[in-house]
T-cell receptor, first 113, second 115 residues
Framework: QQQVKQSPQSLIVQKGGISIINCAYE??????FPWYQQFPGKGPALLIA?????SEKKEGRFTISFNKSAKQFSLHIMDSQPGDSATYFC????????????FGEGTQLTVNP | GAVVSQHPSRVICKSGTSVKIECRSL??????MFWYRQFPKQSLMLMATSNEGSKATYEQGVEKDKFLINHASLTLSTLTVTSAHPEDSSFYIC???????????FGEGSRLTVL
């Protein structure tokens, strides 16, 4: 049962370009939508997160766009850099449930120099 | 951000032995911690929810007698893989829930290799 679907599976972007990763969810009770960045052999690190009462959140080069009616959210990485090359996971959770987040399948991003 | 420490980062053991992995939240008290398993190039799969002072809640398909979880204090949860077999080889990752923000902070992961 995959409640969070993520695409694309892999993405190759040139340095300076915009990387866009999309996620769609099914459970309308989700109220917390984080994005994680994971480097090989390391645990995921929280990148940016959004709650459903806002449509966009920006932190530096990273922006989350959230569409509640479509049950979709996306991560935009502006001015992508080779150091951004990593696997990105979207996730969703119900904060009051005390349960772990449900993760998307992951997107392997490669930023070419 | 908050720090979650996981130990050991790598462990190699013989088939049939048991391995314990520790997860500590270093700068906040975590009544709830989670254990995930990740196979190469795949997503994180929630194994169980660990609640301080009570029994862990296991996800469907996860053997509770194989993966023993203990959350004896507000800063420590342990996962013990009992009678490990090669198919238990995986990357195990813990996370701690910071209750006031709802944010999850992850450990660095533990790579288990069972020979």
């Amino acid at each position: 049962q995959q409640q969070v679907k993520q695409s694309p599976q892999s993405l190759i972007v040139q340095k300076g370009g915009i990387s866009i990763i999309n996620c769609a969810y099914e459970n309308t009770a989700f109220d917390y939508f984080p994005w994680y960045q994971q480097f090989p052999g390391k645990g995921p690190a929280l990148l940016i997160a959004i709650r459903p009462d806002v449509s966009e959140k920006k932190e530096g080069r990273f922006t989350i766009s959230f569409n509640k009616s479509a049950k979709q959210f996306s991560l935009h990485i502006m001015d992508s850099q080779p150091g951004d090359s990593a696997t990105y996971f979207c996730a969703a959770s119900i904060r009051s449930s005390g349960r772990g987040s449900t993760f998307g399948e992951g997107t392997q991003l490669t930023v070419n120099p | 951000g908050a720090v979650v420490s996981q130990h050991p980062s790598r462990v190699i053991c013989k088939s049939g032995t048991s391995v314990k992995i520790e997860c500590r939240s270093l700068d906040f008290q975590a009544t709830t911690m989670f254990w995930y398993r990740q196979f190469p190039k795949q997503s994180l799969m929630l194994m169980a929810t660990s609640n301080e002072g009570s029994k862990a809640t296991y996800e469907q398909g996860v053997e509770k007698d194989k993966f023993l979880i203990n959350h004896a204090s507000l800063t420590l949860s342990t996962l013990t893989v009992t009678s490990a077999h090669p198919e238990d080889s995986s990357f195990y990752i813990c996370s701690a829930l910071q209750a006031n923000t709802g944010e999850l902070f992850f450990g660095e992961g533990s790579r288990l290799t069972v020979l």
